[in-house]
């Protein structure tokens, strides 16, 4: 079984920083991409930002220049540098991480989730 556990959600004033963690563990063969996204209430879950194995990037235009997404391959943990928040970045974000699971097969993990909240 896989779990992917999140970590580094809090509560920052506008234009503050923070930096989520998200550690895949378990057992599993290996990590493709893995990625974050984010759900505000009354809203879908929407991607913020991807990483590949090999460290190609994507972003969506909302986060762009703000958000820096980034991984440690050995220690199968992605990471988000979140900075010059905006009230409007507040949601429970969410780890998301594509495996290959003991059985041979890929599969989508997810995290259960860490609240972060952008308020003066």
């Known amino acids: 079984q896989v779990q992917l556990v999140e970590s580094g959600g809090g509560l920052v004033q506008p234009g503050g920083s923070l930096r989520l963690s998200c550690a895949a563990s378990?057992?599993?063969?290996?990590?493709?991409?893995m990625g974050w996204y984010r759900q505000a209430p009354g809203k879908q879950r929407e991607l913020v930002a991807t990483i590949t194995s090999g460290g190609s990037t994507n972003y969506a235009d909302s986060v762009k220049g703000r958000f820096t997404v980034s991984r440690d391959n050995v220690k199968n943990t992605a990471y988000l540098q979140m900075n010059s928040l905006k009230r409007e970045d507040t949601a429970v974000y969410y780890c998301?991480?594509?495996?290959?699971?003991?059985?041979?097969?890929?599969?989508?993990?997810w995290g259960q989730g860490t609240q972060v909240t952008v308020s003066s």
């Open positions: 998301n991480a594509a495996l290959l699971n003991r059985a041979g097969l890929w599969e989508d993990a």
């Open positions: 378990g057992s599993f063969f290996r990590l493709r991409a």
